[in-house]
T-cell receptor, first 113, second 113 residues
Framework: EPEVTQTPSHQVTQMGQEVILRCVPISNHLYFYWYRQILGQKVEFLVSFYNNEISEKSEIFDDQFSVERPDGSNFTLKIRSTKLEDSAMHFCAASQSGNSPLHFGNGTRLTVT | GQSLEQPSEVTAVEGAIVQINCTYQTSGFYGLSWYQQHDGGAPTFLSYNALDGLEETGRFSSFLSRSDSYGYLLLQELQMKDSASYFC??????????????FGRGTQLTVWP
């Protein structure tokens, strides 16, 4: 079964550094998302992306965050200047349409020290 | 705002039946989904109910009562591999697609031999 793949599986960075989390969504899926999950807490929506632009974003997704689909396959989340509170599991997800179930990747565990 | 309430933990033995309840408060209702997550890994879609009643998929069933703002996930013939966190989720009040999900805090199911 096609999968959403994410790299790296674990990223450690120092506060203030930039990080880029990468995702390869399922090829025939049109909607892409980033979610995050702070350890022991619920999964939270960050941003959705459709037709090469952001369709929605949450209050968490401030000016420090950006998303891009640079080459038609990779979907990236960039955090410009990481904070300690950015430490979380970051999940990429994809869906065939805006009303379809989400398929999540295995996540990137981001640790900011 | 939105809220989802589900028990934090449930335990059961192999072969048993367990029910995980979820009550919700939303300004608009566009369906209730259930996701499974093993050990902080990728959440996996289990089921979706938009209308009242029971949806059955193998050993798992999901029920919805819109008048009671209530749903549950029923797991039958429990197996050790069912030990995981189970999240109910609804489309965000502020979302324009069903992919912007608001998740509950999750129920940790432990299955004992």
């Amino acid at each position: 079964e096609p999968e959403v793949t994410q790299t790296p599986s674990h990223q450690v960075t120092q506060m203030g550094q930039e990080v880029i989390l990468r995702c390869v969504p399922i090829s025939n899926h049109l909607y892409f998302y980033w979610y995050r999950q702070i350890l022991g807490q619920k999964v939270e929506f960050l941003v959705s992306f459709y037709n090469n632009e952001i369709s929605e974003k949450s209050e968490i997704f401030d000016d420090q965050f950006s998303v891009e689909r640079p080459d038609g396959s990779n979907f990236t989340l960039k955090i410009r200047s990481t904070k300690l509170e950015d430490s979380a599991m970051h999940f990429c997800a994809a869906s065939q349409s805006g009303n379809s179930p989400l398929h999540f990747g295995n996540g990137t565990r981001l640790t900011v020290t | 705002g939105q809220s989802l309430e589900q028990p934090s933990e449930v335990t059961a033995v192999e072969g048993a039946i367990v029910q995980i309840n979820c009550t919700y408060q939303t300004s608009g209702f566009y369906g209730l989904s259930w996701y499974q997550q093993h050990d902080g890994g990728a959440p996996t879609f289990l089921s979706y109910n938009a209308l009242d009643g029971l949806e059955e998929t193998g050993r798992f069933s999901s029920f919805l009562s819109r008048s009671d703002s209530y749903g549950y996930l029923l797991l039958q013939e429990l197996q050790m591999k069912d030990s995981a966190s189970y999240f109910c989720a609804v489309p965000s009040d502020r979302g324009s697609t069903l992919g912007r999900l608001y998740f509950g805090r999750g129920t940790q199911l432990t299955v004992w031999p």
